[in-house]
């Protein structure tokens, strides 16, 4: 009887089924495609291709302006994760711990602040603040601007975590002599382990991927966003060997996480099951 | 006896206690950067908003806020930026709710490839897409070349409401997609089963089940389509080709940021703009609970709204 429903409803969508999802593909990765191909193409031409050839990738890596770009890029999206993951991860503990849980919700709810205000507002609001401390905008301001936007989602991503989190585990840990300090590094930390992964994760692509912000706020520091947005009349080839390189780096690194995650809920799976059979 | 064990447990709890204010004393960093780089620059935009200088000396004003509520020209900025934002929403809830529904029909191994090659364009960097857009559609692009030998009159598509909608489409389809998607997923097959078991047709169940539990996944995406696309600013300015026409409320927040280096009338736009997205956003909430409570107000346990939190989470997922 369920088999034949099932197979009642298949039948009936087949052929919707079949192509809209492909179809709906096909139109986020169209573009994507054609400008990677294009990338290989020796002139400039979008459409007409006249050679296979290396030559703007060289040109990317020659341009010292590009380069610089990706380097301030990946030095503050690495240094603005590892300041909030941490920041965050302990925040998180710490208002999870709170006694009262009005402070706690307020916490979050300002925390949920610059999640839900449009990332205009937030970049408005971060170089008013920086100019009123007369703070030169440049690489540190980037990097603050970065820290404050990138922590709140580590705090959502590890918060829900820490606060489902038996606390018993560590008042066992503590009476079997653990120090508190101790407690937090070698129980709950580990526990939290995958959250707080997430939500590093979660904080480095924001980071990398930002522009508004680090428009607003980084003067004459450039990331990638900015380099591409300041060369606005003149987009050179270059940037689509940029994108090839960036988008084919991004591919692998989903594709491995997908990969681990489907693993590890298999893996989880095979476990509840073994489990529930005991 | 029991007298030294209520000792023994009032000790053994003060410890606690102690330990906790220790575990809670983490969050002072926290706090620290949430009270000076979320709070304060809130309350500088404000402040700001109020004052103006002029010969060296600050005083307090509405004028930066007159200026632009007396002049049409905003209203005609600001209702032109909500003005598209709906129409790439809609669009966008045309296009990502059949998708959704297939999605989350489809066994588990096909799911988590779709969703994989779904966040794949999101993680790219927005720049980069936009830029790969335009070059397409101006002159001398594919799509372009395409439609004028197919006899479409114009050589660069930039600067049409067909290059901006469809660039909009094209960046925000995925925040519509995975919000109704998640939902789709939460909607228990026990339901649909019984409501085929009592005799409706496989529309008739879409209609009256499936629909009504998946209007908050809709609503939630609705909020994260709607925002971001009514106050972007990357998408006009490459669009529009310098076509005037095109300048939305994004646009002129930077003109007078950084162009004009009058942050005081800046910041009055960004409160204005504030104050808008409360007021759309509450009524979508508002929305959101007469579908949901009313209708099936037993059911609300099963059902969990899009907050913030799901939005964010959905953003990189």
């Given at each position: 009887m369920k088999s034949n429903r099932r197979y009642h409803h298949k039948r009936k969508f087949s052929i919707f089924y079949y192509f809209y999802i492909p179809l709906i593909m096909l139109f986020f990765y169209l573009p994507i495609i054609?400008?990677?191909?294009?990338?290989?193409?020796?002139?400039?031409?979008?459409?007409?291709?006249?050679?296979?050839?290396?030559?703007?990738?060289?040109?990317?890596?020659?341009?010292?302006?590009?380069?610089?770009?990706?380097?301030?890029?990946?030095?503050?999206?690495?240094?603005?994760?590892?300041?909030?993951?941490?920041?965050?991860?302990?925040?998180?503990?710490?208002?999870?711990?709170?006694?009262?849980?009005?402070?706690?919700?307020?916490?979050?709810?300002?925390?949920?602040?610059?999640?839900?205000?449009?990332?205009?507002?937030?970049?408005?609001?971060?170089?008013?603040?920086?100019?009123?401390?007369?703070?030169?905008?440049?690489?540190?301001?980037?990097?603050?601007?970065?820290?404050?936007?990138?922590?709140?989602?580590?705090?959502?991503?590890?918060?829900?975590?820490?606060?489902?989190?038996?606390?018993?585990?560590?008042?066992?840990?503590?009476?079997?002599?653990?120090?508190?300090?101790?407690?937090?590094?070698?129980?709950?930390?580990?526990?939290?382990?995958?959250?707080?992964?997430?939500?590093?994760?979660?904080?480095?692509?924001?980071?990398?991927?930002?522009?508004?912000?680090?428009?607003?706020?980084?003067?004459?520091?450039?990331?990638?966003?900015?380099?591409?947005?300041?060369?606005?009349?003149?987009?050179?080839?270059?940037?689509?060997?940029?994108?090839?390189?960036?988008?084919?780096?991004?591919?692998?690194?989903v594709f491995?996480?997908t990969l681990?995650s489907m693993?590890?809920k298999g893996?989880?799976m095979?476990?509840r099951k073994?489990?529930?059979?005991? | 006896?029991?007298?030294?064990?209520?000792?023994?447990?009032?000790?053994?709890?003060?410890?606690?206690?102690?330990?906790?204010?220790?575990?809670?004393?983490?969050?002072?960093?926290?706090?620290?950067?949430?009270?000076?780089?979320?709070?304060?620059?809130?309350?500088?935009?404000?402040?700001?908003?109020?004052?103006?200088?002029?010969?060296?000396?600050?005083?307090?004003?509405?004028?930066?806020?007159?200026?632009?509520?007396?002049?049409?020209?905003?209203?005609?900025?600001?209702?032109?930026?909500?003005?598209?934002?709906l129409i790439c929403t809609i669009l966008c809830i045309i296009l990502a709710y059949p998708f959704a529904y297939f999605m989350a029909k489809c066994s588990p191994k096909v799911r988590n490839i779709v969703n994989m090659f779904i966040t794949l364009p999101m993680?790219?960097?927005?720049?980069?897409?936009?830029?790969?857009?335009?070059?397409?559609?101006?002159?001398?692009?594919?799509?372009?070349?395409?439609?004028?030998?197919?006899?479409?009159?114009?050589?660069?598509?930039?600067?049409?409401?067909l290059?901006?909608i469809l660039?909009m489409v094209y960046i925000y389809l995925p925040f519509m997609i995975l919000p109704i998607y998640t939902q789709l997923l939460k909607i228990e097959n026990n339901l649909k089963e019984a409501s085929k078991d009592l005799g409706a047709s496989s529309f008739k169940t879409f209609c009256k089940v499936t629909f009504p539990l998946s209007i908050p996944g809709v609503i939630s995406g609705f909020t994260m389509v709607f925002?971001?696309a009514?106050?972007?600013?990357?998408?006009?300015?490459?669009?529009?080709?310098?076509?005037?026409?095109?300048?939305?409320?994004?646009?002129?927040?930077?003109?007078?940021?950084?162009?004009?280096?009058?942050?005081?009338?800046?910041?009055?736009?960004?409160?204005?703009?504030?104050?808008?997205?409360?007021?759309?956003?509450?009524?979508v909430?508002?929305l959101d609970r007469t579908n949901v409570t009313d209708k099936n107000p037993k059911k609300k346990s099963t059902i969990v709204v899009g907050?913030?939190?799901d939005r964010?989470s959905y953003e990189?997922q």
């Open positions: 054609i400008i990677i191909i294009f990338s290989f193409n020796e002139g400039t031409s979008l459409v007409r291709w006249t050679n296979f050839s290396f030559h703007w990738y060289e040109e990317l890596f020659k341009d010292r302006i590009i380069m610089e770009a990706v380097q301030t890029t990946v030095i503050v999206a690495l240094l603005a994760t590892a300041i909030s993951t941490v920041i965050g991860t302990f925040g998180a503990i710490g208002i999870a711990t709170y006694k009262r849980k009005r402070a706690t919700n307020l916490i979050l709810s300002i925390n949920n602040l610059p999640l839900i205000t449009p990332d205009i507002v937030t970049a408005v609001a971060l170089s008013v603040l920086f100019a009123g401390f007369s703070m030169k905008s440049g690489f540190q301001t980037m990097l603050l601007a970065h820290i404050a936007f990138c922590t709140p989602y580590v705090i959502i991503s590890v918060y829900p975590k820490m606060a489902s989190m038996d606390k018993n585990l560590i008042e066992a840990a503590m009476d079997l002599g653990a120090t508190s300090r101790s407690a937090v590094f070698k129980v709950i930390i580990p526990e939290l382990l995958p959250s707080i992964l997430s939500g590093a994760i979660m904080a480095f692509t924001m980071s990398f991927d930002d522009f508004i912000i680090s428009y607003f706020v980084g003067g004459n520091t450039m990331n990638i966003s900015t380099y591409i947005y300041a060369s606005f009349k003149k987009a050179k080839p270059t940037v689509n060997a940029l994108m090839t390189i960036i988008f084919l780096v991004l591919m692998v690194l491995l996480s681990l693993k590890s893996e989880s095979k476990r073994t489990h529930e059979k005991k | 006896m029991a007298f030294s064990n209520v000792n023994a447990y009032k000790s053994t709890k003060l410890r606690f206690k102690m330990k906790f204010s220790f575990f809670s004393s983490l969050s002072i960093p926290l706090i620290f950067i949430l009270l000076f780089l979320v709070i304060l620059p809130f309350l500088f935009i404000l402040f700001y908003s109020f004052i103006n200088v002029r010969n060296n000396k600050i005083y307090l004003t509405i004028e930066n806020f007159s200026r632009f509520l007396s002049n049409p020209d905003f209203y005609k900025v600001l209702g032109l930026s909500l003005y598209y934002a993680w790219t960097n927005l720049l980069l897409r936009v830029v790969a857009w335009k070059q397409l559609l101006d002159e001398g692009g594919i799509i372009s070349t395409a439609l004028h030998a197919l006899g479409y009159g114009k050589t660069t598509l930039l600067g049409t409401d290059a901006v660039v925002l971001p009514a106050t972007t600013l990357v998408i006009p300015k490459y669009m529009s080709d310098g076509n005037p026409k095109y300048t939305f409320i994004g646009q002129m927040i930077e003109s007078y940021f950084i162009n004009a280096d009058n942050r005081y009338a800046g910041s009055a736009i960004a409160v204005i703009l504030t104050i808008v997205i409360i007021v759309t956003s509450f009524i909430n508002r907050s913030e939190e964010a990189k």
